[in-house]
């Protein structure tokens, strides 16, 4: 007999993961339906406020308009992340958003950066990157293909924005499109016998919520694939061993900067998030390493702004849950696992692991091939961001502190080592897949910034000298008149997406 497709999905929890997950469904499925449960009591955990370009696609898949949505969430734009101090202290580099300079045949920038390095000083190589420069110059625009070779074209960017504001928007947008929200608290949730599917969640008012499929959007609870269906959890605290963090907004400051900071403290690292109306400032750190105290003291003590509320502390466990998929429970969201949010991946995970589940969407038989699949591809993609976290803390120049003596000295999964040893030797890089998140651009920037001793491909020797000073030259000179002639990022959201004014 063949089954039908599922038609009736029930969505546990109305965070950044909830809303999004209704969004997207009800967008590309919409004779499904939707109902999502969520509780005002228990709220949404309120972080994550920084994405990085794929987000543009899920609007445009979602049909969001993006000015809409800037407008809607106080939002900013992002053209990478300055990571301050990670080297070393005093230290600053960008991971920008586009590409890095141009190719000559086959040999890309970085490699003639690192030959030209190893003789002399060929500047930062955030001077050939048009999303470095503009970044430093506080200038925004969008891409534009107008002119065919500028860098222009090439300019990628994401978004910063307040995430409660964002709930909110998809919310709205979802309520318009039918989906069905039901406010209350979850005390119980009942499977078909003993290890079958989940069949309904109980209220605190006694009201039941059936469904065919549900995902959980629960947040850190994990409140159907943790709890109801027992999955479990893989702990990564071994390679990341940051697992709280303190989180306070402060007020706004000029220059409206269009990049996320990173700066490393002495038992992790700060965020700095500029939106609009406030900044979003938050100290990701180890509890073995600082104190509840020390690490609220830090944070308070390097804001740029005045702080607009306490502290709120959040605990983590980094890892991923061993399948993201059980029976007819899919998890999505902080209920699937966790990174730190370094390089504000965690959004962009709740993305991919919306498309995943929409290009293997189920049968109400729930087909056991596609499960795994799913679960496969989401353990590689968990897997591959980890690697890409662990890097920044594994190559680092910093010493005498016991945080950092202990992350640069740890062992990494193979998976990483192998990837450093071959950029340590010839400052190659390979992805291992389309489904790797970070290409090249990003691997580059980051192992550079961080200050990994590599040796440059040895072909880049037969380029002569003068050639390529000139090529290089050429290069910075043409990204250096480029951003100048970009807009202040300010200005440009003054121009076309300013959002109302709102107390912070
Ligand atoms: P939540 O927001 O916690 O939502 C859970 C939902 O489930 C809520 O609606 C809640 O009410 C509901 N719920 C729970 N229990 C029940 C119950 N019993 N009954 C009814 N409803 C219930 N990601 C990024 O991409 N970029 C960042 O910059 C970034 N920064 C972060 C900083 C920190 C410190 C942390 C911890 C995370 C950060 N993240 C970041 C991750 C990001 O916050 C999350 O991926 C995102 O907010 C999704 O959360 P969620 O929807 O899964 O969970």
């Excluded at 586009?98 to 001077?127: E, F, V, Y």
């Excluded at 897997?383 to 890409?388: A, I």
């Excluded at 880049?460 to 990022?489: G, S």
Aim: glycine share 10%; aromatic share 10%; charged share 20%.
């Amino acid at each position: 007999m063949i089954e039908g497709p599922v038609r009736s999905v029930t969505i546990v929890g109305g965070g950044t993961a909830g809303w999004m997950t209704a969004a997207l469904l009800s967008q590309l499925l919409p004779s499904v339906a939707i109902t999502l449960v969520e509780s005002e009591e228990i709220g949404i955990i309120g972080v994550g406020e920084a994405t990085i370009p794929a987000l543009r696609t899920y609007l445009t898949l979602a049909g969001i308009d993006e000015l809409d949505m800037v407008r809607a969430t106080q939002a900013s734009f992002k053209l990478g992340i300055e990571f301050v101090g990670w080297r070393a202290p005093g230290s600053s580099y960008i991971h920008g958003f586009g590409k890095i300079g141009r190719d000559m045949a086959w040999l890309h920038t970085h490699q003639l950066w690192l030959r030209m390095a190893a003789s002399g000083d060929p500047g930062p190589l955030d001077r050939y990157a048009l999303n470095c420069v503009a970044a430093r110059r506080n200038k925004f625009c969008f891409p534009s293909g107008d002119n065919p070779g500028s860098p222009m074209a090439d300019i990628d960017y994401a978004y910063h924005f307040d995430a409660s504001l964002f709930a909110a928007f998809l919310r709205k947008q979802c309520e318009e499109r039918g989906v069905k929200r039901v406010e209350g608290r979850i005390v119980d949730v009942v499977r078909d016998g003993a290890g079958g599917k989940v069949a309904h969640v109980v209220l605190a008012s006694g009201m039941t919520i059936g469904g065919e499929l549900f995902i959980d959007c629960s947040g850190m609870r994990a409140l159907l694939i943790g709890g109801a269906l027992g999955v479990g959890y893989e702990d990564w605290s071994q390679w990341l061993p940051c697992d709280r963090a303190y989180a306070v907004p402060c007020t706004g400051v000029s220059p409206l900067t269009p990049y996320t900071r990173s700066t490393a403290r002495a038992a992790g690292w700060q965020w700095r998030i500029p939106l609009q109306h406030r900044i979003g400032n938050g100290y990701v750190y180890s509890s073995k390493f600082a104190s509840d105290d020390d690490a609220a003291r830090t944070l308070l003590a390097n804001l740029d702004g005045t702080p607009l509320a306490d502290p709120r502390q959040v605990r983590f466990a980094p890892g991923r849950r061993m399948q993201a998929w059980s029976a007819n429970v899919v998890a999505i969201g902080l209920s699937s696992g966790f990174l730190e949010p370094l390089e504000s991946t965690s959004i962009h995970l709740i993305q991919t692991g919306i498309l995943r589940l929409i290009s293997l969407f189920p049968g109400r038989g729930f087909n056991s091939a596609d499960i795994a699949e799913y679960n496969r591809q989401s353990r590689f993609e968990f897997e591959d961001v980890r690697d890409f976290i662990i890097a920044h803390y594994k190559v680092t120049d910093r010493v005498g502190e016991p945080f950092w003596d202990y992350v640069r000295d740890m062992p990494v999964p193979d998976s990483l080592a192998e990837r450093l040893d071959l950029f340590r030797s010839s400052a190659r890089f390979f992805v291992h897949g389309k489904a790797e998140l970070f290409r090249e651009e990003s691997w580059v920037q980051v192992l550079i910034g961080q200050g990994l001793a590599a040796r440059h491909d040895p072909v880049a020797d037969l380029v002569p000298e003068e050639a390529l000073a000139e090529f290089m030259a050429d290069i910075a000179e043409v990204i250096d008149e480029v951003a100048d002639t970009m807009p202040d990022h300010a200005a440009f959201i003054a121009q076309h997406c300013a959002a109302p004014s709102i107390p912070a």
